[in-house]
């Protein structure tokens, strides 16, 4: 009788259960309620990407166009639009009803196949049969504005948040953003009376496709209805200006500020009366008082000089010297964790300066190899042979930043503000700062060749110093929530056990593995030798010694390659014996215990009863 009550109970139990995962997962009660238990909190997305999605002023279509049926054969690739579709579903979610997922399957010679064209994906012939594969996301809002990531690559996944939440800001913020410039260099081009007009550095010409660019007199004593400000090789400006440009920081204002201690890009014009004068003219650049007011140090009187990453120039007499001042800084020197520099190769500066502030306050973007050091810009002003520096080089094993974010909080350069200017913002909690420490990286010399076609110009850069501008007024100029997405881990996760066991296995059989390749090749070697006597005309004379001679040495080759067959077996039986004790670990092992766990569990509860029913 107790027997068929605990059945009935059980049985009830079950039902119970079955009808509240039911309820509980067709209401969404706990939709919401998840737990990342990932090292890199893969599946948590950023508070700037919420704060996005939670100020959406419109509805937003995002369409995953991902070949189904042409990935069948690509891991990679469905593996990774697992992790896509599971964070656009977590995009979704936060939402709040106005960003809406689509996923579409472009099957060949399919209308969807055609939309995804139209909307510009790019489409790879890596299919079976070199079927066209898609997996890109194209996003529409309610004024037909398209915003796309032709293919969302499986390299870029710890930046897969950040495309795709500017992708988001972008269609919610359709208009055209205004970059300002405040320079007295040619950087925006000028009106020449014998040559016309002459364009300005490619650089600006590629941004005005983008961006409202609009020229901001270094005169100026308020700056406004800008969303970046530029300031490139500031010299001698007023305290109007610099005020100005500290109160538009401090009111949230975002700036990129481009300083040098010795700018190659600045013309002096000749003096027929003194020529030197043109050598010896002062070409630094300085924001001495809001850089002291913000915590920032900048010596425009010092210049990096830099061994490892020396570019090599053409000297007047044709010879190619280094040159220590000029430098190629590679991925090495640059901050691969930030957005903007994550997929550039190599940058070009010259002369460049050294920037430093109080531990934590710079962000470094470009930093030097521990083989440089700093030199006075006057021993750059008359340097004929750049040889001269390697006279006077040694390194001080430090590394000297480039260029930097300002990180966290600023406070005002003028905190009882100027004359004529008593309402003064003090200080802003998080700036939106960066500055380089080389004015040269904006000209065209320094990363483009131009070459005429057919009367057509034809740029080819050598050099990314016009993707990382791009890269970074197009992030300066997102939101401040953008600004704060960064790179984050991935979900591909490296075996370290397993990468260990390798190392060792490698280190233990590849000397075996060098004994027997060096006797493979000795007995090929005399192997070859004996046959070339061989030939059609010498088959008679060979003598029987020869010939078992031969057929030994065919028999030794046949046990080298037996052995080093072996010896490869050995690298990874390691490997194989460790998946071999994972394996009856997960399959067997934990079975068993838990099993033993249950059974000593039921015993001991069944050896209290019989001591309760004993008294």
Do not use: C
Not at 332 to 337: C, D, E, F, M
Not at 411 to 424: L, Y
Not at 489 to 511: A, C, H, W
């Amino acid at each position: 009788m107790k027997k068929h009550a605990h059945k009935t109970q059980l049985l009830i139990l079950g039902v119970i259960f079955l009808l509240a995962s039911v309820i509980i997962n067709q209401s969404g009660l706990f939709s919401k309620l998840r737990v990342d238990l990932t090292e890199n909190d893969l599946f948590t997305l950023n508070d700037g990407t919420i704060n996005i999605l939670k100020n959406i002023d419109e509805n937003i279509h995002l369409r995953l166009f991902y070949s189904d049926q042409a990935t069948e054969n690509i891991p990679l690739l469905r593996t990774y639009h697992r992790r896509v579709v599971d964070f656009l579903e977590e995009l979704e979610r936060y939402g709040s009803g106005k960003l809406r997922i689509t996923q579409i399957d472009p099957v060949s010679f399919s209308e969807e196949e055609d939309q995804a064209s139209q909307y510009g994906l790019q489409a790879l012939p890596v299919g079976e049969g070199g079927e066209n594969v898609f997996f890109g996301i194209a996003g529409t809002n309610s004024l037909d504005d398209v915003e796309v990531i032709p293919f969302i690559q499986p390299d870029r996944e710890a930046f897969l948040e950040y495309d795709i939440a500017q992708l988001i800001y972008n269609l919610n913020n359709p208009a055209k953003r205004t970059v300002g410039v405040m320079t007295d260099l040619p950087l925006l081009g000028s009106f020449d009376p014998q040559q016309g007009q002459v364009s300005g550095q490619i650089i600006f010409e590629q941004l005005k496709e983008m961006y409202e660019i609009v020229p901001i007199e270094t005169t100026v004593t308020e700056i406004k209805d800008i969303d970046l400000l530029l300031v490139v090789h500031p010299k001698n400006l007023t305290e109007g200006t610099l005020f100005a440009i500290d109160q538009f920081v401090m009111n949230g204002g975002r700036l990129m500020a481009f300083v040098d201690p010795m700018a190659q890009a600045e013309e002096v014009p000749v003096d027929p009366q003194n020529p030197m004068t043109q050598l010896q003219a002062d070409r630094s650049s300085d924001l001495a008082v809001l850089f002291n007011g913000w915590g920032i140090n900048f010596d425009k009187t010092q210049v990096v000089l830099d061994n490892q990453q020396a570019v090599s120039i053409q000297s007047g007499q044709g010879q190619t010297i280094r040159h220590l001042g000029i430098n190629s800084w590679d991925k090495n020197s640059l901050n691969q964790v930030d957005i903007v520099t994550s997929d550039l190769s190599s940058l070009n500066t010259a002369l460049a300066g050294a920037l430093t502030a109080e531990e934590g306050k710079l962000l470094p973007i470009i930093s030097s190899t521990q083989q440089s050091m700093l030199v006075g810009n006057d021993a750059m002003s008359l340097l004929f042979n750049p040889n001269a520096l390697f006279q006077s080089f040694n390194p001080d094993d430090q590394v000297h930043v480039i260029a930097a974010r300002v990180q966290g909080s600023l406070n005002s350069a003028f905190p009882n503000g100027i004359e004529g200017q008593s309402e003064v913002q003090n200080s802003i909690e998080q700036a939106n700062v960066v500055v380089f420490a080389d004015v040269d990286i904006l000209f065209d010399r320094m990363w483009v060749r131009v070459q005429n076609f057919f009367g057509r110009q034809i740029y080819s850069n050598f050099a990314d110093n016009g993707t990382l501008i791009n890269n970074l007024i197009d992030n300066m100029t997102g939101s401040a929530d953008l600004i704060q997405v960064r790179a984050r881990g991935t979900s591909n996760r490296p075996f370290d056990k397993v990468l260990e066991i390798q190392r060792v296995s490698e280190q233990k059989y590849r000397e075996t593995e060098n004994q027997l390749m060096q006797q493979l090749r000795e007995t090929e070697s005399k192997l070859n030798e004996l046959q070339s006597i061989k030939g059609q005309e010498n088959q008679l004379i060979i003598n029987r010694e020869q010939q078992q001679e031969i057929t030994r040495f065919k028999q030794r080759k046949l046990e080298v390659r037996k052995s080093l067959r072996e010896v490869k077996r050995n690298l990874n039986k390691d490997i194989e014996a460790l998946g071999t004790k994972l394996k009856f670990i997960n399959i067997a092992l934990v079975p068993i215990l838990l099993t033993l766990v249950i059974v000593f569990l039921s015993w001991r509860k069944s050896k209290r009863k019989e001591r309760q029913y004993a008294k």
